[in-house]
């Protein structure tokens, strides 16, 4: 007969620690101190033990989903007051503009802050994270980022405008602003759509994760 206690308790060690050991005091008192595993139980006892067993591990991976998703809460709210003080030359909000989110976090697959994003009715304006270096020279920034996604699209709209289907101040415009050599915000008007923003947003997360890459 297996003793599925030694396997939980190597578990524990291997993966978790001494705090998962309290744990394992907690699995010895649901299947008692006395007999487990030295062939005292009956078949239908150790059965009743795993069931007991299985509720009490189920319990416990609700209250840890739990308590990850209150840390998750916690990570968001640090991240917007890292980027409100580590953002500072990002120029405030005019009053009176619609906004239609405060501000949006970029994020790497792995979940490295890249940027933020506030909106406004007709302008995007997206702020790198200042410990990820860009400059103009960069490929991923100024062939892509610029030339390939912005420059394409702002060409398309001059296409329409010349078809007579779309206004000329409706065109796409983008500023970069610089610190010496350095890019520190990207602002974009008139992107006019969800999907055309969705697309500036992954541009901008593949560029900014690409050139952080490089670094590591």
Known sequence: ???H???IYRFCLIYSGAPCLLQFLELRLIYGFM????GLETEDQEVKRLAELKAFLEQRMVELEREMEGFKMLLEI??????????????????GEKEFAALRMIRSRSGNLLATMSLKESEARIVFNPEIRVTQDMRPFSSF???KVLDAMREADLQRVGEGKLDQSSVLSYEVVYDGDIARELIVKNYRDEAR?????NSVKWTLD??????R
């Open 1 to 3: 007969m297996v003793n």
């Open 5 to 7: 206690l030694s396997i």
């Open 35 to 38: 007999g487990y595993g030295f």
């Open 78 to 95: 640090v991240d917007k007051e890292l980027a409100a003080k580590s953002f500072k030359k990002a120029q405030p909000v005019e009053v």
């Open 145 to 147: 980022l610029l030339r």
């Open 197 to 201: 923003l969705r697309e500036i947003v």
């Open 210 to 215: 690409t050139i952080a890459s490089s670094y």
